[in-house]
Structures are given as C-alpha cells and as structure tokens.
C-alpha cells in the first residue's frame, strides 16, 4: 500500500450529483437511511393571511420520530405554542407506532422546556458554539 494520499478533493458547496452518488453508495450499503425509509411531518401554525407564525417538523423512521426544526415567532412566545407543537409531534409519533422522540438544541432555555416536558439529555458536544453546549434529549413514548 502506498503512502500516498488519495486524491482527495473538497467541494463546498456540495455539488448535487456528488452528493446523490454518496447517497447512493450509502443506501447500497445499507449504512443510511433511504427516502422510503422516512415519512417527514410538518405542523404549522399561520395567522389569517397564511404567513407562518409557527412550526415543527420532523421525520419518523422505523419506530424513532425526529423533531429536526422548531419555531415559533417571537411575538407568540411564552404563550405555550412551542409545547403544544411537541406534544401534537409525540401523538403523530404515537400514532406511527414509535417509541421515542428525538430533538436536538443550543438553547438552554430550549433545553429547560424540554427537560420540563419529559425529554432527557442523552448526549452534550460542550463548547459547540464559544462556551454553549449542544444537547441531544429523547422521550420515551411507550
């Protein structure tokens, strides 16, 4: 074996057809997710002109639901819209016959709220952003 170092290139931005080959190499061998594999999700709430006031969307694979984005305009914080859109994501989960929840959050206050509704840290990448942590947390829904 040579010493050599292959030729290796960095492509950013990531040109698509390079992107979908490593997609494809990856589900041929069966070490990622494929599309059929996940049935993404999305709840909204919009004000009277259907302009997004607020959202949650997710995937769901085999029996695991994935919450990957949570929003909610700064206007409507603190009314309990954020909790609502979890807890709608965990029945939809529930409903699809999964037996965890996953989200993922830099936000202390984020985590907090989280933590308050039953997810539990399971992993911290510390000083992710300067000193802020990134935190996994997952709820057991069986």
Not at 9 to 17: F, G, Q
Not at 65 to 94: M, T
Not at 118 to 139: I, N, P, R
Request: aromatic residues 8%; negative net charge; glycine residues 10%.
């Amino acid at each position: 074996m040579s010493n050599e170092e292959p030729g290796i290139e960095l492509h950013t931005p990531v040109p698509k057809a390079l992107g979908l080959a490593l997609q494809k190499g990856l589900e041929e061998a069966g070490q990622t997710l494929t599309e059929a594999d996940l049935r993404p999700f999305l709840l909204s709430v919009t004000d009277d002109s259907g302009a997004l006031r607020a959202g949650c969307r997710g995937e769901i694979a085999f029996r695991s639901a994935r919450v990957s984005q949570l929003w909610v305009h700064p206007d409507l914080r603190g009314q309990g819209i954020g909790e609502a859109l979890l807890r709608k994501a965990e029945a939809h989960a529930r409903m699809a016959h999964c037996i965890r929840i996953q989200i993922e959050t830099r936000s202390e206050g984020a985590r907090r709220l989280y933590e308050r509704l039953g997810y539990s840290v399971f992993g911290t990448l510390a000083d992710y952003e300067g000193t802020q942590a990134f935190y996994y947390l997952e709820k057991r829904l069986d």
